[in-house]
């Protein structure tokens, strides 16, 4: 990686550094692509993209004619809930953890449409993940027609569970739109696990690809349910090539993929996320004994791996973040994560997201500081 080591980067979540075999690539391949763009990228670079589709295929479990490259997981999974059919009084369900983006276009039906957007919220870190399923069973009515789940969300690193989740659904015949933004190269699964028909995924967070990099997995016989977001010659076709005419797009962004997937194998997925749950477990198990530390996120492996959350009860968390990187050159990020339940409020609290790039030494020297802080306060 060329990192900048000039600052301690513990928001690997929001974009991760692609490694430099990847970002070599992208420039060899757009390079290669301004020579003659219009010749160049149409005739060679775009036809080679049909092999990245099949190394995320081959990656994920499924057929290459159930992925479409996207630029990131809001395009894919925009794609899958706005065409998904809905009418008026349909319900969709949701929890109050999912991404905005996502919840924005369910709320943008609600107010075009008349369909009806359903949150709920969960306790953080639940009991078990059969907590999880319930809560789900619970919500669901006559009237519901379409679930949207984080795999794990982007506020505690609550890994949910998503194949009981997908067979509580299709025993009512409800279809599941899985956000994977965190999930995809983070730790190990596949199709077969989820039994899933619908899920998106973002490349340039944890499987280091590119920015500007994503996919949407589709089952073959549910790809004609779904309307492209930008139409298409063929919109209700099953040809999951429908979901990828956005006009003139990077084409060279795509075909280094491909490093990017062949780094995370080289490196070994499953040694990949016992690194990153390793991590994640460092930092927290040295800070969750401090007076007024809670830890959001469960320790649970089937519940969790390397995204980690947490507060100071009576520190003001975004005066933390601010603090950390003024004073210590350490970056990290507020969440807002929504109260567990009505009546109560919710809680600004801290999201560290470390990666395998990331020494001991620098999780040391958060962890001193931040426990600074919390035994003798601001510094006058």
Known sequence: FNTDRSIINLN???????????????????EFSNGAPVYNSWQFLRPRKEL?????????????????????VTEALQIALLGLELKPGDEVITTTHDYPSMKNALYQRQKREGIKVKTFAFPYPPRSLAELTELFARQITPRTKLILVCHITNLTGQIFPIRDICRLAKQRGIPVVIDGAHAFGHFVFEQKDLE???????????????????????????????WPL?????????????????????????????????????????????????????????????????ILTSYQPEQSCGIGTFTVEGLDMVKLREK??????????????????????????????PSIY???????????????????????
């Open 358 to 380: 990331t020494p001991l030494q620098d999780l040391d020297m958060f962890i001193d500081a931040v426990t600074r802080y919390i035994k003798k306060g601001w510094p006058a």
């Open 324 to 353: 950390l990187f003024r004073d210590h050159k350490i970056y990290t990020i507020n969440v807002r994560v929504p109260a567990p339940k009505k009546g109560e409020k919710d809680i600004i609290a801290m999201r560290i997201t």
């Open 230 to 294: 930008f139409p298409a010659p063929d919109p209700l076709s099953d040809d999951i090539r429908k979901f990828e005419h956005v006009g003139t797009q990077p084409e060279y962004l795509k075909l280094a993929i491909g490093e990017a997937l062949e780094f995370h194998h080289a490196i070994g997925p499953k040694r990949k996320e016992e690194r990153l749950r390793y991590l994640r477990n460092y930092w927290a198990k040295a800070l969750e004994d401090l007076p007024g530390v809670r």
């Open 196 to 226: 899933c028909e619908i899920y998106g995924a973002n490349l340039h967070k944890w499987m280091m690809a590119p920015i500007g990099t994503g996919f949407l997995y589709v089952k073959k016989d549910r790809i004609k349910d779904i």
């Open 12 to 30: 690997n979540g929001g974009v991760h550094p692609a490694p430099r075999i990847v970002i070599e690539a992208a420039q060899r391949y757009m």
């Open 52 to 72: 990245i589709r099949q190394k995320i295929a081959r990656t994920f479990g499924c057929s290459p004619e159930e992925i479409a490259l996207t630029r990131n």
